[in-house]
């Protein structure tokens, strides 16, 4: 079950960088599709992705090997 003020933070905290964020859970699973929502967005204020799943997992309250993450893609964050 994910933390819904956790989340509601995570969209408010991209939201102000430009991003939109779609979560959604099957099974086990919980799925995180960051876009771009902003033609201006900052390229450089969205964290890499092993860090960015350590902050999913805190913020959203779900172990970080159940979080499939997809980052927009012309986002280069290994």
Same mark, same amino acid.
């Given at each position: +079950?994910?933390? $819904?003020?956790?989340? @509601? /933070?995570?969209?408010?905290t991209?939201? /102000? #960088?430009?991003?939109? +964020?779609?979560?959604? @859970? /099957?099974? @086990? ?7 771009? %929502? #902003? =033609? #201006?967005?900052?390229? #450089?204020?969205? %964290? =890499?992705?092993p860090? +960015?799943?350590?902050?999913? $997992? $805190? ?5 970080? $090997? ?13």
């Amino acid at each position: +079950m994910i933390n $819904q003020d956790g989340l @509601e /933070a995570m969209r408010t905290t991209l939201a /102000a #960088d430009g991003y939109a +964020m779609d979560v959604s @859970e /099957a099974g @086990e699973r919980v799925s995180v599709r960051i876009t771009v %929502a #902003d =033609p #201006d967005a900052c390229a #450089d204020c969205l %964290a =890499p992705e092993p860090i +960015m799943r350590g902050i999913l $997992q $805190q913020t959203l309250g779900v172990p970080e $090997q159940s979080i499939d993450l997809t980052y927009p893609a012309d986002s280069v964050h290994d």
